[in-house]
């Protein structure tokens, strides 16, 4: 809840930010130049930290979810062989209970 409020907060401040920012800027990299608003290369450049953020996080995420299925798998496998050791104790007190008397 607190990371969404974040969040929420710092894209607030960057819209605010780049709607303050209007004026028309000359962008150039190597040979290209393109001429816009300084409002799209401010959210044009926040999108591109967010997709690279995202993508930088997807091998983290994998391999957290596939430890996740391997743990769950071997909890389920242990859980198996606890109730099949309980079943053998359960059946071997009963065949070596004392017989009645009577």
Known sequence: MGVLFLALVLASL???FALQNTDA???RMLMWEYQTS???VILGSVGVGIALTFLSSLGRRFRRSHTIRSL???VDSQ???IR???EALRLSRANTSPPASG
């Open 72 to 74: 769950q798998s071997t």
């Open 25 to 27: 800027v000359t962008v």
């Open 38 to 40: 300084l409002v799209l």
């Open 14 to 16: 960057t819209a605010v």
């Open 84 to 86: 099949e050791l309980e």
């Open 79 to 81: 859980g198996a062989r």
